[in-house]
């Protein structure tokens, strides 16, 4: 009885053993015909199964016959399951992998587009390496001048990009325009950004040829994306010597909810006692403010957001007027108050579908006095916006939105101070309304084409105008792209002309630009040709929308973080050929904001030993036109070249669960002599140069970061 | 005969019952013996298919999941720049299948740790903070999921090792971490002979990195 259990039991195991005992061998190459080495070769659900060599080549016996499925597994590849019969001969398995979505090796739209985010892996700069840069001062407009396409204009506040004037860069937070991104200034005197950069997850800053999402920015657009929520609760404290500050920041346990506040206050002067001016101020400048910020995770896919800001400034001070001959000093006296308020929703609405919904309200005060007038200025504006984008295939993108502005100005010139007696008051509203479509089609993984339209119309105005855009992207290696744009951008004339009682239509400008770009983990190299052409711009001589203008040159941008250790650098230079006939030109002329060549070297060097992290910062600009009433050829005139050094340097240390930095930077360092232009006296024969109201500007400041770390909690109470 | 029928049927179910489980743990030994000794990348792309097929016969068993993502994310040591994220997703994509069969496994937590602490390497300067707390939080949660489990602490060691002092890292923080470590490895029992037991061996070998300059 035991033999035959036995034998049977033997047979039955011989049985599986035996029976089925097939060959499966095989070739597994890649698209380009290249063979896969590493590959998982195996029939599903079984031990059955071998990887691929160096020559593509796979054997194993597989213990099944019948139905079965023969798996290809590995990495960067889209997997494959096929349906096969196996029977007791041998059988080959032959078949070519076709390589995954991988974000790496996908296209992206990259004509006139420079885009600074942690997220995405092929862009240029980070947002930390706009902090870092040296003679930015932290301000993100400072950063982004150290990138081709931005002018060197260090007597007015804003973004000066290809021959535009600063009006023509607008700046976006979360998609919608902010009205008043910089602090009020006194006349020749360059202001800097409101908002920090670390408020930023995302900066995209465009020299041109930009989506379909914004309008009303002829030359540019600096799209800025606010933070989602913090990684953990902190505390912050900040004392430099300019001002104090501090902050708090809650993020809830549940990690879906955050609240946080900061106040700051800054005061210039004590700083002007040890540095001295060359204006004389009545009222060192005081700025004190504050902000607000609330973030809620709605859902595993939806995020509310809301951020408020507020800010008080003032200052008063006294400049040589150049009419005078006894030393008279003209005064100019600002006080301003602003307040900028942005809430946001982005929610999935269905697998494919996205909708973001977006409001803002922003006021902004200024109250002006010289000797002979006061002048109040009052800038609203509340809007809305939102947009659905839908996600087409695998890659391919659909956009629709709609927005609108509404925007309030006032300004009241009292010169009842001088006895003239003089009130003019002027008031304008506008409804500002725009439509946008776009769609992103991926034709293949490395050729994408974008096409979109933007319809915008506005009451003052009284026009609807559409602007058709258009962008293709072609990756012409693994790590290189070739990409075009061209697009047309309309804006309303320059907010003094819309008070003008016949207000002058939308300007425009046209583009076309040619890019090439190649970046891989440690280098980018990226080339950029333009032409810009400008129509209908304000022409003041007969108040009508005869002006235009060109801009053309090219862009050259070059970083390596790899060939000298511990060093990251970026060189930028920038060719701009461009004249315009506008506002009161008699006739077409390069503008006094664009220097023939610019060009920048920004270096950082990371010291870990000693803890400092420690950068320079070269630019240099090629003479700027300036107007010479006795000069008969206008605007011929040209500056002297501009030399900037600033170099910057930050000790960091963490102290339990404090991260302490103590930076310093200073402007200008060895001391150039700059000079933006010249005013002249009404009868021509006195002149002064406009040059910034020091030589260097020097800044020292402790920031402290709090953070509830606790992992780190633990180690200390184990100890 | 009916009873003989009924009684080699029930002795074959046996047979193949046991068949299959002596089956898996050999396989498992085997390629297990291999890990500790494997450090070039092509090798551990065999081992982690090795792996990969026996998850995909024993669709009940964690852990021939849990070694190939844990062959992926060594994988990434070798490697550098975006590539790392790329084998630190195909590591998450198997540690989910581990962690929806054994949910609340300490072992599993420590390997999602590792995980998200080998995608710093991407970008430390930007990543650093991100990461290094999602990582600081899961091998918390492996710890309290285990308190005999010295794998955690010798992945705090390593993070303590290699952020620099400037953030609160540095040698001498990670040394007396591993030192807890090494006296877990000693007395620490795995539920099998293919259960985790690695690391006591790079544990030795950081806390003499500890000691240099």
């Known amino acids: 009885m035991n033999r035959i259990l036995f034998t049977f039991t033997l047979i039955l195991l011989s049985f599986q053993g035996v029976l089925a005992q097939t060959k499966v061998s095989g070739k597994i190459l890649d698209q380009k015909k290249q063979p896969l080495p590493g590959v998982n070769v195996f029939i599903k659900d079984t031990y059955d199964g071998a990887s691929t060599g160096a020559d593509g080549t796979f054997s194993f016996t597989a213990a099944d016959t019948g139905d079965v499925i023969i798996v290809c597994s590995f990495i960067g590849f889209e997997q494959i399951e096929k349906k096969i019969k196996l029977t007791s001969s041998d059988f080959t398995f032959n078949t070519t992998m076709k390589e995954s979505l991988n974000e790496l090796k996908v296209v992206t739209i990259s004509a006139g587009t420079i885009e600074a985010s942690d997220e995405k892996k092929t862009t240029v700069l980070k947002p930390l390496d706009i902090v870092t840069t040296a003679g930015a001062q932290g301000d993100i407009v400072g950063a982004l001048k150290t990138l081709p396409g931005a002018q060197q204009v260090g007597e007015s506040e804003g973004l ?71 990684a953990q609760t902190s505390s912050t404290l900040a004392i430099s010597s300019v001002g104090i500050g501090g902050g708090y920041n809650k993020l809830w346990k549940e990690k879906n909810m955050s609240v946080g506040f900061d106040l700051n206050y800054a ?80 929610e999935r609405l269905g697998e494919k579908l996205l909708m973001n919904i977006g409001a803002s309200y922003s006021t902004n005060v200024d109250n002006i006095r010289t000797w002979t007038d006061s002048i109040r200025s009052q800038s609203d504006m509340t809007q809305g916006r939102i947009v659905f984008s839908r996600g087409i295939g695998k890659l391919s993108m659909l956009r629709i939105g709609a927005e609108y502005q509404y925007t309030y100005d006032d300004v009241k010139i009292d010169g009842a101070a001088s006895g003239y007696g003089y009130h003019i008051r002027n008031t304008i509203y506008d409804n500002y309304s725009a439509q946008f479509v776009e769609a992103d089609i991926y034709i293949t993984q490395k050729l994408v084409w974008r096409a979109g339209a933007r319809g915008e119309h506005s009451t003052l105005e009284k026009e609807y105008v559409i602007s058709p855009r258009t962008s293709v992207a072609y990756k012409v290696g693994e790590k290189s792209q070739l990409s075009l744009a061209y697009g047309q951008f309309y804006q309303k004339p320059d907010r003094t002309y819309l008070f003008y009682p016949q207000i002058p239509g939308y300007n425009k400008a046209t583009h076309y630009i040619a890019n090439i770009q190649r970046v891989d ?9 333009y032409y810009k052409k400008y129509d209908n711009l304000t022409n003041l001589n007969d108040s009508t929308n005869s002006g235009y203008g060109y801009a053309q040159g090219l862009d050259v941008f070059w970083r390596d973080k790899k060939t000298i250790k511990g060093v990251d650098y970026w060189i930028s230079y920038t060719y701009l050929e461009t004249k315009r006939k506008y506002q009161n030109y008699p006739k077409e002329v390069t503008p006094p904001f664009a220097a023939k060549h610019t060009a920048s070297l920004v270096f950082k060097k990371f010291f870990e030993k000693l803890n400092l992290s420690s950068g320079f910062t070269y630019t240099y600009a090629s003479g700027r036109p300036y107007y010479n009433p006795n000069n008969p050829e206008f605007m011929s005139d040209r500056t002297i070249d501009y030399h900037s050094l600033g170099i910057n340097g930050a000790y960091l240390r963490q102290i339990k669960n404090c991260f302490a930095v103590l930076a310093f930077s200073v402007t200008n360092t060895i001391g150039n002599e700059q000079i933006f232009g010249y005013r002249y006296s009404y009868d021509g024969k006195q002149s002064a140069a406009v040059t910034p109201p020091a030589k260097r500007f020097f800044f020292v400041g402790l920031f402290l970061s709090f953070g509830q770390n606790r992992s780190k909690e633990v180690i200390d109470n184990n100890n | 005969m009916k009873k003989i029928l009924s009684i080699l049927a029930l002795l074959s179910v046996a047979i193949f019952a046991e068949a299959q489980n002596p089956k898996y743990i050999a396989a498992m030994e085997k390629n297990i013996a291999a890990l500790d000794t494997t450090r070039d990348g092509a090798k551990l792309q065999n081992l982690a298919n090795n792996f990969e097929r026996i998850a995909s016969a024993e669709k009940s068993e964690w852990l021939p999941n849990y070694y190939t993502a844990y062959c992926y994310v060594n994988m990434t040591y070798s490697t550098k720049g975006n590539e790392i994220d790329t084998f630190c997703d195909r590591a998450e994509k198997f540690i989910k299948v581990a962690d929806s069969i054994s949910p609340n496994n300490s072992e599993i937590y420590t390997l999602k740790a590792q995980i998200a602490s080998a995608r710093i390497s991407v970008n430390p300067m930007s990543r650093g903070q991100k990461y290094g707390m999602e990582s600081g939080e899961l091998r918390e949660k492996a710890k309290e999921l285990d308190k005999t489990n010295p794998r955690p602490y010798y992945l705090e060691g390593t993070a303590y090792f290699y952020t620099p002092p400037m953030f609160g890292g540095g040698k001498d923080k990670a040394k007396p971490v591993f030192q807890k470590a090494l006296e877990m490895y000693e007395t620490f029992k795995p539920a099998s002979t293919i259960a985790p037991n690695w690391g006591k061996n790079s544990c030795t070998y950081f806390l003499k990195e500890c000691d240099k300059k």
């Open chain 1, 267 to 346: 005061n210039l002067l004590p700083y002007f006692k040890l540095v001295k001016q060359t204006p004389e101020y009545t009222r060192a400048p005081q700025f004190s403010g504050g902000s607000l910020n609330f973030r809620k995770k709605t859902s595993t896919t939806g995020m509310l957001k809301f951020y408020g800001y507020f800010n008080l400034s003032d200052l008063g001070i006294k400049t040589l007027s150049i009419d005078s001959t006894n030393g008279f000093k003209n005064l100019f006296e600002l006080n301003n108050s602003d307040v900028y308020t942005n809430l946001t929703y982005k």
């Open chain 1, 521 to 529: 983990d440690f280098h980018t190299l990226r080339a950029e040709i």
């Open chain 1, 160 to 230: 000066f990009v290809r021959g535009g004037d600063g009006s023509e860069t607008k700046t976006i937070i979360d998609g919608m325009v902010v009205n008043k991104p910089f602090f009020s200034a006194a006349p020749d005197i360059a202001s800097r950004g409101r908002f920090s950069p670390f408020l930023f997850k995302g900066t995209v800053f465009s020299t041109g040829g930009y989506s379909a999402q914004y309008g009303q920015g002829m030359s540019s657009v600096l799209a800025l994306e606010t933070q989602d929520l913090p």
